[in-house]
């Protein structure tokens, strides 16, 4: 595609190259190039050399920038507006109903350009099928979603080819795109409440964790007790185990001395 930053001569050249029709599209073509060779404007011829012959919807856009360029504009505006606004909807920063408004905007100045569409190719003996129309409003739409270049070459009316807005949310009303605008609402809706969700179940495990905490601190408590008593309970043991034996020594020695008396007794 032509590129942006041209001398004001090559500008001169391109539109007069886009305003012809596409059946006289290459013999001005080659004509131009023959031309701009022989001015040593080689560069430019190259580029001239590369375009192709436009299709009816695509001679039908640059005609409708020449003829229409304020609905042209209009057209750029919501479509970058749409572009923001689903952007931020995809963010949670705006909402459906701002969504909604601003796909209706764009809807709105794609349907005005493609009642000129429509217009126009009948004024120039054109078929304004509903085929035909739904290229027109694939490829306005296209660029005017598309990037910086594209747009540019919408608005100048120097496009050279056909286009689909696949990247994008595709042609608002069709299938792929409905469920796209569909989701950024939904994402616009249902962010607040994802969140306040999220929330609550990082409010709910933050309690569980806490009680968790909570009884392990006491069930620590509880076995420092029992190991404390434990220690005593064992203590007392060896004191009472201790005492046994003492006593059982003491029996011992007692017995000893009564055997002893006995035997003196019997003497």
């Given at each position: 595609?032509?590129?942006?930053?041209?001398?004001?001569?090559?500008?001169?050249?391109?539109?007069?190259?886009?305003?012809?029709?596409?059946?006289?599209?290459?013999?001005?073509?080659?004509?131009?190039?023959?031309?701009?060779?022989?001015?040593?404007?080689?560069?430019?011829?190259?580029?001239?050399?590369?375009?192709?012959?436009?299709?009816?919807?695509?001679?039908?856009?640059?005609?409708?920038?020449?003829?229409?360029?304020?609905?042209?504009?209009?057209?750029?505006?919501?479509?970058?507006?749409?572009?923001?606004?689903?952007?931020?909807?995809?963010?949670?920063?705006?909402?459906?109903?701002?969504?909604?408004?601003?796909?209706?905007?764009?809807?709105?100045a794609l349907r005005t350009l493609l009642r000129s569409a429509q217009e126009f190719l009948r004024e120039a003996n054109r078929p304004d099928t509903p085929g035909l129309l739904g290229r027109v409003e694939s490829t306005l739409h296209a660029h005017a979603v598309g990037n910086s270049a594209d747009r540019e070459l919408l608005r100048r009316g120097r496009l050279s080819r056909e286009a689909l807005a696949l990247g994008f949310a595709g042609l608002l009303g069709s299938p792929g795109a409905a469920v796209a605008t569909r989701q950024a609402e939904?994402?616009?809706?249902?962010?607040?409440?994802?969140?306040?969700?999220?929330?609550?179940?990082?409010?709910?495990?933050?309690?569980?964790?806490?009680?968790?905490?909570?009884?392990?601190?006491?069930?620590?408590?509880?076995?420092?007790?029992?190991?404390?008593?434990?220690?005593?309970?064992?203590?007392?043991?060896?004191?009472?185990?201790?005492?046994?034996?003492?006593?059982?020594?003491?029996?011992?020695?007692?017995?000893?001395?009564?055997?002893?008396?006995?035997?003196?007794?019997?003497?």
């Open positions: 595609m032509p590129r942006p930053n041209r001398s004001p001569a090559s500008d001169a050249y391109l539109d007069q190259l886009f305003e012809t029709t596409p059946e006289e599209f290459v013999a001005t073509r080659n004509g131009l190039v023959a031309k701009l060779n022989a001015l040593g404007k080689n560069q430019v011829a190259s580029e001239l050399k590369a375009l192709g012959r436009p299709t009816v919807p695509v001679w039908a856009i640059n005609q409708l920038a020449r003829r229409e360029p304020d609905k042209v504009a209009a057209l750029l505006d919501a479509a970058n507006q749409l572009r923001s606004t689903q952007a931020r909807a995809l963010r949670n920063k705006t909402s459906a109903d701002q969504l909604r408004a601003a796909a209706q905007a764009e809807r709105e939904a994402a616009a809706v249902q962010g607040p409440v994802l969140r306040q969700q999220a929330r609550a179940k990082q409010r709910a495990a933050q309690q569980a964790a806490n009680r968790l905490k909570g009884a392990a601190s006491r069930a620590q408590r509880i076995a420092e007790r029992l190991k404390g008593r434990a220690e005593r309970l064992a203590a007392e043991a060896a004191k009472v185990q201790k005492e046994a034996a003492a006593a059982e020594q003491n029996a011992a020695d007692a017995r000893r001395r009564w055997d002893e008396a006995r035997r003196l007794a019997e003497l």
